[in-house]
T-cell receptor, first 113, second 117 residues
Framework: AQKITQTQPGMFVQEKEAVTLDCTYD???????LFWYKQPSSGEMIFLIY??????QNATEGRYSLNFQKARKSANLVISASQLGDSAMYFC??????????FGTGTRLTIIP | DTGVSQDPRHKITKRGQNVTFRCDPI?????LYWYRQTLGQGPEFLTY????????KSRLLSDRFSAERPKGSFSTLEIQRTEQGDSAMYLC???????????????FGAGTRLSVL
């Protein structure tokens, strides 16, 4: 079965510093998509960034970038210049074809002023 | 475009009662998904629709659960004879899935938090 692992249950980072959230996955399927979502305390899952397994370049969206290392099966999220509003739960997810997302257990990020 | 809308935001019910949740997806999105999230966990897939057809159901979806998307627009999720273990956040997501492509970005609503007493 496909699996997503997030090994950091919680992280504390000083405001304006960069932060890396870890995500590894396990699949033998060559075609898949990797996603990161942010979930503030309000509960809504906010899409941040997407990386396809065949994409040659690492995805970037503003302050978010995805460090995709296919051979190591890792898809870490990098947030540059962290802000207080970045405090939230962050989930990594994987999907195959136009189908469901399988999520990791999440990392709670707290930005310290 | 308005986002995915879910109603109600919160529902408190007594064990054994039936509850129904509604999800309005982003207009023109052909796919609609239901997930369940319990405390401290990531969302878990329940079921999804392409237009009005229900294409997959998780084994998490017991016989007490039923979902519909009658006209390919909004969807309802009904839980019959609720149990305390049904207490969770129920999240709905929608996407415009291009045929044959892996990229399928799902946009989520704010969820319905169910508490079964």
């Amino acid at each position: 079965a496909q699996k997503i692992t997030q090994t950091q249950p919680g992280m504390f980072v000083q405001e304006k510093e960069a932060v890396t959230l870890d995500c590894t996955y396990d699949t033998s399927d060559p075609s898949y998509g990797l996603f990161w979502y942010k979930q503030p305390s309000s509960g809504e899952m906010i899409f941040l960034i997407y990386q396809g397994s065949y994409d040659q370049q690492n995805a970037t969206e503003g302050r978010y970038s995805l460090n995709f290392q296919k051979a190591r099966k890792s898809a870490n999220l990098v947030i540059s210049a962290s802000q207080l509003g970045d405090s939230a739960m962050y989930f990594c997810a994987i999907s195959f074809g136009n189908e469901k997302l399988t999520f990791g257990t999440g990392t709670r990020l707290t930005i310290i002023p | 475009d308005t986002g995915v809308s879910q109603d109600p935001r919160h529902k408190i019910t007594k064990r054994g009662q039936n509850v129904t949740f509604r999800c309005d997806p982003i207009s023109e999105h052909n796919r609609l998904y239901w997930y369940r999230q319990t405390l401290g966990q990531g969302p878990e897939f329940l079921t999804y629709f392409q237009n009005e057809a229900q294409l997959e159901k998780s084994r998490l979806l017991s016989d007490r659960f039923s979902a519909e998307r009658p006209k390919g627009s909004f969807s309802t999720l009904e839980i019959q004879r609720t149990e305390q273990g049904d207490s969770a956040m129920y999240l709905c997501a929608s996407s415009l899935a291009p045929a044959g492509e892996v990229e399928n970005i799902q946009y989520f609503g704010a969820g319905t938090r169910l508490s079964v007493l």
